[in-house]
C-alpha cells in the first residue's frame, strides 16, 4: 500500500501538470482567487502598521492552507486513488506555467505587430509597472523579466515544494506566493506589515531560484542559446539584483536570450534602477517567443526533478520506517 501511495504522489504531479500544460488556469472560481478573498478579509481584521500584525496574519493565511493540505494526506495514506487526484487538483491549482507562456506570446505579438497600444494593456497581467510610458524595447524587456522570474514563482517552486512536502508544500507555498503579491511591496501601509509575508516568500524561494537558473542555463539551446553564455551571465550578475532570488532567473534568462536586462523600472507613483543583467542589445518583441520556449522547457525539466525527489523521498520514508520496526522486534 504505501509503494501504491508513493505512485500515486508521484502521478499525481504528472497529472496536475498536464492540466495546466493543456488547460491553464480555471477561467471560474479560481481557487487561488478565492484564497486571496478570504487572505484580503483576515487582513481586514487584523491590520495593524507592525510586523507583529503582520507575521500573525502571516501565520494563519499560510498556516490554515498547510494543514488542510496535510490533514487530505493523513486522508488518503492509505487510498492511492484519492491521493493521486488530491495531488493532481493540487498541482493544477498552484501552477500558472500555461498562462505565462500565453500572455509572453500574446505580447509579442502586438510588440511584433507595431500594436503599442495593445501591448501596453497587456502588460498589467505579468507585472505591476506602469506601462503608458513604455515603448517596443522596455515593454519586451519587462516582459522577458516577468517571464524568467514567474518560470520560478509559478512552475519550479511550487514543484520544488510539492516533491518535498507534499501537497501542504504545495498549498502552503501558493499561499505565501500570493500574500507576498498581496502586501509584501514597499508601500506606505505595508511597509511593516508586509514585511514577514515578504521575508517568508524570500525565503522559500531561495533554493528553486537558483534551481531555476540552472535549468535555464541548461535548456537554453531549445530557444537557440548558448548555455556557455548563459552560464557566463548567470554566474557574473545573478547576485547584483537587490531580490535575493529574481536576479537568479532574471541573469540566466539573459544570458540564455543574449540579451540585457535591467534599468530604471517605473511603477505607479515611485521608480526603482535595477543593475544591468547580461550582455547584448536590449530586448525586442522576437525574444518573447524564445523566453516562453525556454519557460516550457524549464517547467518540464523541473517537473522530472520533482517526480523523482518525490519517489525518492517516500522511498527514504518507508526504509526508515522498517528500520523502526525491525528495532522494535529486535
Known amino acids: 500500500m504505501r509503494q501504491a501511495v508513493t505512485v500515486a504522489d508521484a502521478a ?22 478565492g484564497f486571496g478573498r478570504a487572505a484580503g478579509a483576515l487582513e481586514r481584521r487584523l491590520y495593524r502598521p507592525d510586523r507583529v500584525a503582520g507575521a500573525t496574519f502571516t501565520a494563519l493565511a499560510v498556516g490554515v492552507p498547510v494543514l488542510l493540505g496535510a490533514a487530505g494526506m493523513v486522508a488518503t495514506r492509505r487510498r ?81 515544494w510539492g516533491a518535498v512536502a507534499g501537497l501542504p508544500g504545495l498549498l502552503g507555498y501558493r499561499a505565501a506566493n500570493t500574500l507576498d503579491a498581496m502586501v509584501g511591496h514597499r508601500s506606505a501601509r505595508y511597509a511593516r506589515f508586509g514585511t514577514p509575508a515578504a521575508r517568508l516568500d524570500d525565503v522559500l524561494n531561495l533554493a528553486p531560484a537558483r534551481l531555476t537558473g540552472l535549468l535555464t542555463v541548461a535548456v537554453a539551446p531549445v530557444a ?8 557566463h551571465v548567470w554566474r557574473r550578475d545573478r547576485n547584483d539584483h537587490p531580490s535575493p532570488n529574481a536576479g537568479q532567473c532574471e541573469s540566466a534568462m ?28 536590449r530586448p525586442e518583441g522576437r525574444h518573447l517567443r524564445r523566453a516562453a520556449r525556454i519557460s516550457g522547457a524549464v517547467g518540464r525539466a523541473a517537473l522530472a526533478l520533482a517526480v523523482t525527489v518525490a519517489v525518492g523521498r517516500a522511498v527514504l520514508g518507508r526504509a526508515a520506517e522498517n528500520r523502526v520496526r525491525r528495532g522494535s522486534a529486535a
Open 12 to 33: 499525481g504531479l504528472v497529472a496536475g501538470y498536464a492540466l495546466d500544460a493543456f488547460l491553464g488556469d480555471p477561467r471560474r472560481w479560481h481557487p487561488v482567487a
Open 80 to 160: 492511492p486513488v484519492a491521493r493521486a487526484v488530491l495531488v493532481a487538483a493540487g498541482t493544477w491549482t498552484v501552477l500558472g506555467g500555461r498562462t505565462l507562456r500565453h500572455e509572453a506570446e500574446v505580447m509579442g505579438r502586438a510588440l511584433r505587430d507595431g500594436d503599442l497600444p495593445a501591448a501596453r494593456r497587456r502588460l498589467s497581467h505579468l507585472c505591476g509597472r506602469d506601462p503608458s510610458v513604455l515603448d517596443e524595447s522596455e515593454l519586451a524587456r519587462a516582459t522577458v523579466e516577468s517571464v524568467a522570474e514567474n518560470t520560478s514563482d509559478a512552475v519550479v517552486a511550487p514543484l520544488f
Open 254 to 281: 539573459a544570458g540564455a536570450l543574449g540579451v540585457r536586462l535591467g534599468g530604471r523600472n517605473v511603477y505607479f507613483g515611485r521608480s526603482e534602477v535595477r543593475p544591468f543583467l547580461g550582455d547584448g542589445p
Open 224 to 231: 537557440r542559446g548558448d548555455r556557455e553564455r548563459a552560464w
